[in-house]
């Protein structure tokens, strides 16, 4: 990093770590700090080795200051955000519009209806972050129920079932009741016959693409004017599963010359020569489409409200017809964009992940670089963090994007206080310590909670530094919670100089481990296994504990062998 660069990231810290200070009221931390500052300043992050240890000298030196100091220096260096700052309302804005035509209704009734072939990736948060938070707005209901009537081009995965109600309680949400479509393929027969019995759907035989051909052309199938009487016939037939996939459908008739060809006699039911993975469902071959499963049940269950991509709004449409048939009233609509997630290399497809896990370029569902929530709850990420950053998009139509910094933000708010401080040193080189240093460090388990203690760290006869950190000859530097050192004659020579040499901006503050009593530990990240040793008691700590490694971030504690002294942890975020 040349002298250029370094100013400028001391300036950008600077601003950040007095904005966080003087928001929080109390020590700015370098986790904190780096979120923002790496996303306003992205050619920073060529720099993401090297940064850190800049920080984390500008945090030390905000935090000598006093409150008063704090904020006439970002009156100096920012005034605008200062006045942001405190302009802002202490209660939380409310992004999420009412609902339409909520006072109509006694009961707010909504669902989320996933399909059960996979695990969620983090777009899937969405629905259930936003239907959850719109039951607590109204004391409304809402329910899962499991879309499952596809069993062979999106076939269930019979351990998603119970992944994705895992998912939804983590998301902080309880739903009032859980259905899977595939037990209520009754149900839908039932609909289907009383429909065929008004006159409202046939059975069809044409191959797919003549009567894509005769439906573009506005003209209808020569099967379209069966009696009632011929087409429940057959329509039985295709429940007894007398007809091979591709053999029958059954059609819904609508306007066959609408002006919109994906309204023109859309099918209901066809057949599925692939038994479904349920045991209980693993009989049937003549399986609903989704719009007609979904607004079938859709009114059974009394949904009031629908949230449904913009993408879907041919499927209101569709269902609209069936809805008239029955004279049923159809639910109040919400359409939104797409959700958009930055930082991964892989597609947000449910299906796509599950082909990188199969070929072994994925460890699993909870890999760190798998766009997923389970990924995100293994990493220690809170899942009310991702809701609320959820919350925050809204529900415009337009495609949104959520910046996975936005999560990160909201889950440091809600760990920072409750999370220990150690320290973890990157791939370091090892360095002897001279002249009679202390013999130990002792350093506070949190900067803002003293009652909590200290951490006992020796510092023994050499340390482990990261390699960005090592000093250049006869360079100071300040060994957090040990001292100051000068690198001279291939050694750390203790100078008993004070903190003062911090304070005014000579010596920048450097976290260690001792080189003969750190444990090793590998930290798993978005960008591969780092490997590097850690202050002696992290490895008492148990697997769920959550650390934050000083000027390296926040990581969940995955394992610990007490044998070898080895530690995993993955890495949350800055």
């Known amino acids: 990093m040349d002298e250029e660069l370094r100013g400028r990231v001391e300036r950008e810290a600077e601003k950040h770590a ?13 986790g904190a700090v780096m979120g923002p500052l790496m996303g306003d300043n992205p050619d920073f992050r060529e720099h993401a080795d090297a940064v850190p240890g800049v920080v984390g000298g500008v945090v030390s030196r905000v935090n000598g200051l006093d409150s008063d100091e704090r904020r006439a220096r970002l009156e100096e260096l920012a005034p605008e955000e200062l006045a942001e700052l405190e302009a802002e309302d202490e209660e939380d804005d409310t992004v999420l519009p009412d609902l339409p035509n909520a006072d109509e209704y006694d009961e707010i009734r909504m669902r989320c209806a996933p399909n059960p072939n996979g695990p969620w990736h983090i777009g899937h948060a969405r629905m259930p972050a936003v239907i959850g938070t719109y039951k607590e707005r109204y004391d409304g209901w809402f329910c899962v129920r499991f879309d499952d009537t596809d069993p062979e081009t999106k076939r269930p995965n019979l351990e998603a079932y119970d992944w ?45 693409d003549e009567f894509s051909d005769l439906k573009n052309a506005g003209e209808p199938c020569p099967h379209r004017d069966k009696d009632s009487e011929t087409v429940l016939e057959e329509f039985e037939d295709m429940v007894a599963g007398k007809y091979a996939s591709g053999e029958m459908v059954l059609r819904v008739k609508t306007d066959i010359q609408h002006k919109n060809p994906a309204l023109r006699d859309w099918v209901a039911f066809r057949m ?14 003549c399986w609903p489409m989704l719009d007609f499963q979904s607004g079938v049940d859709d009114h059974r269950i009394g949904i009031t409200h629908i949230i449904r991509g913009i993408d879907l709004q041919d499927s209101a449409k569709r269902q609209r017809f069936l809805y008239d048939y029955f004279d049923w009233e159809y639910p109040e609509v919400v359409h939104w964009g797409h959700v958009q997630v930055d930082a991964y290399d892989v597609k947000m497809s449910t299906s796509r992940i599950g082909e990188l896990i199969e070929a072994g370029h994925l460890d699993g569902w909870d890999d760190p670089r798998a766009p997923t929530i389970r990924s995100l709850r293994r990493r220690g990420i809170r899942g009310e963090a991702i809701t609320d950053a959820m919350i925050q998009l809204g529900t415009s139509t337009s495609d949104v994007d959520l910046a996975m910094s936005s999560i990160y933000a909201e889950n440091r708010n809600l760990i920072d206080e409750e999370t220990d401080r150690r320290f973890f040193v990157r791939e370091g080189a090892e360095v002897g310590l001279a002249g009679s240093p202390p013999d130990e460090a002792t350093p506070p388990l949190h900067p803002n ?28 530097i300040w060994l957090k919670g040990l001292g100051c050192f000068q690198y001279t004659r291939d050694v750390l020579q203790y100078t008993g100089d004070s903190i003062d040499v911090v304070r005014e901006g000579d010596v920048d503050v450097i976290h260690w481990a001792p080189a003969a009593e750190s444990v090793s530990l590998t930290l798993r990240t978005m960008d591969g296994d780092v490997e590097g040793r850690a202050e002696p008691e992290v490895g008492d700590l148990d697997p769920d504990d959550l650390v934050q490694f000083e000027r390296v971030g926040f990581a969940r504690i995955d394992e610990v062998d007490e044998g070898s002294e080895e530690v995993v942890a993955y890495y949350a975020h800055p």
């Open 18 to 30: 007095l904005l966080n200070a003087v928001k929080h009221g109390s020590d700015a931390n370098v």
């Open 164 to 208: 994705i109600l895992e998912d939804i309680d983590y998301l902080g949400f309880d739903p009032d009741a859980v259905y899977r479509a595939s037990d209520r393929v009754e149900s839908y027969y039932d609909h289907a016959r009383e429909l065929i019995e008004m006159g409202g759907a046939y059975t069809c035989s044409c191959p797919g």
């Open 272 to 285: 599925v020569d692939t038994p479904h993975p349920r045991e209980r469902a693993a009989d049937y071959r």
């Open 449 to 476: 909670h003293e009652d909590r203690g200290v951490r006992h760290i020796p510092a023994g006869d050499a340390v482990v530094l990261e390699q960005d950190d090592f000093p250049q000859r006869e360079e100071r």
